[in-house]
């Protein structure tokens, strides 16, 4: 859905359809989502050696001083590389972060980043493209109630766009469709599968049968978990 923002400092406008922002200071908008995946767009241009933020957890809207955790993106000052860090606030405590980020594309042009934070404190960042940035733990800020862009200013022009925020789902699970083997009398086999899931989070497999397609079908049995990781 759509969020609407706060704006004390009335320093930030539309351009482009991008948020756009010339002058340091934050805006915010309410957010109580603490684990799941936070993606957001940013640019600034036309120097580098200047720092823009997206504070994905924070409570409260004072930018520095409000708990919680943010993506800093520097630019740096030979546009060759870009720094990517995610920081704990207050203390401005490095969580995790990779120095030499390739821009992709046109550096002047929006740069996208994706944080995905476990339920018990694991922070995982990746490019636009799904290529994995850096990785760290930290559990000192468990909850949430905004998020928050800021920017160093004021030499640089700052956009952000595409802010986007997915909250987990505690548990789920999803229904194969019906595999018909054809036989009358078949054997099962091992189930081959590769997964990939967060510390705290569990994978369980489980099957059922029948002697038709269309069923009835048995009840569920779970299989055992004798993968190799």
């Known amino acids: 859905g759509q969020s609407t923002w706060t704006d004390a400092g009335g320093v930030y406008s539309i351009s482009n359809k991008r948020l756009l922002s010339a002058t340091a200071n934050s805006i915010s908008t309410p957010c109580i989502v603490s684990t ?4 957001a767009t940013m640019a600034q241009s036309p120097a580098g050696g200047f720092n823009q933020y997206f504070k994905f957890m924070s409570l409260g809207t004072d930018f520095s001083n409000s708990s919680g955790y943010a993506l800093r993106y520097s630019r740096n000052a030979g546009n060759n590389f870009n720094t990517l860090t995610v920081v704990r606030y207050p203390a401005d405590t490095n969580v995790c972060t990779n120095s030499l980020v390739v821009p992709i594309g046109n550096a002047d042009e929006g ?19 799904g290529g994995f940035l850096c990785g760290g733990n930290d559990t000192t800020v468990t909850t949430s109630t905004h998020i928050l862009l800021y920017n160093d200013g004021p030499t640089n022009t700052y956009t952000w766009d595409d802010v986007y925020v997915f909250n987990y789902k505690s548990s789920g699970s999803i229904v194969s469709q019906t595999f018909d083997t054809g036989l009358s009398t078949p054997t099962g086999g091992n189930i081959v599968v590769s997964s990939s899931i967060y510390d705290g989070a569990t994978l369980t497999f489980q099957v059922r049968s029948a002697t038709a397609s269309t069923g009835p079908f048995g009840a569920w049995s779970t299989l055992t978990n004798s993968a190799r990781r």
Do not use: H, M, N, P
């Open 36 to 39: 799941g995946s936070f993606k």
């Open 111 to 129: 740069q996208g980043y994706t944080v995905i934070r476990s339920t018990v404190g694991r922070f995982e960042l990746f490019s636009s493209t």
